[in-house]
Structure formats: C-alpha cells, structure tokens
C-alpha cells in the first residue's frame, strides 16, 4: 500500500484551469487502476476519472473534454489537468490508487467561483 498526497487545488475563475498532481510514496509502476473523485458539499463522492497501467482512460461525463488525466511512472505521480472550470465542478479532489490494496489521498480543495 502507497502513501498518496494531492497538490494543486485552489481558488480559479469559471473557464480557468488547475492541475493536480497525486504524488506517491512508491512506485506507480505496478499499480493497476489510479484514479480521482470528488466530492462537493452536501453530496456524494462522484467519480471523476480513472488510468490504468496500459494508459488507457476513462471520465466521468461531466468533465469529458475537459479533464485529461495522466501518469508520470518515473515520477510516481499521477495529475489531472483541468481546463474549462465551472463552479459545478467546485468539491475537494481525492486520488486513489488500486493493486488489490485501496490507498487514497487526502485531498485539495477546488474552487470555481468569480
């Protein structure tokens, strides 16, 4: 089991970006699915997207289009890059990590709002 640690939240206007990083405490190289969720106020933690070893992704159809998310093995850090913010999209960001051991982050706060 890793030791996953988000960055990268913040506070960005409607149409802006943010990426964020989920940096692992070992190697990535061997993990089978990572992913993101989110959970906003009030609500359910929501699926985002996932990544798994070959590269291949998957989204939510919320963010389709505008969140890519991506791995960097050398780096052991997995990111989502965000474009086209709305405040809809406004929740605290959690990655995970999945080899038949679950590790999840802590979590960073995103805020969209003018």
């Known amino acids: 089991q890793v030791q996953l640690v988000e960055s990268g939240g913040g506070l960005v206007q409607p149409g802006g970006s943010l990426r964020l990083s989920c940096a692992s405490s070992g190697s990535i190289l061997s993990i089978n699915v990572m992913g993101w969720y989110r959970q906003a106020p009030g609500k359910q933690r929501e699926w985002v997207a996932t990544?798994?070893?070959?590269?291949?992704?998957n989204y939510a159809d919320s963010v389709k289009g505008r969140f890519t998310i991506s791995r960097d093995n050398a780096k052991n850090t997995m990111y989502l890059q965000m474009n086209n913010l709305k405040p809809e999209d406004t929740a605290v960001y959690y990655c995970y990590a999945n080899n038949n051991l679950l590790s999840w982050g802590q979590g960073t706060q995103v805020t969209v709002s003018s």
């Open positions: 990544i798994v070893r070959s590269g291949d992704t």
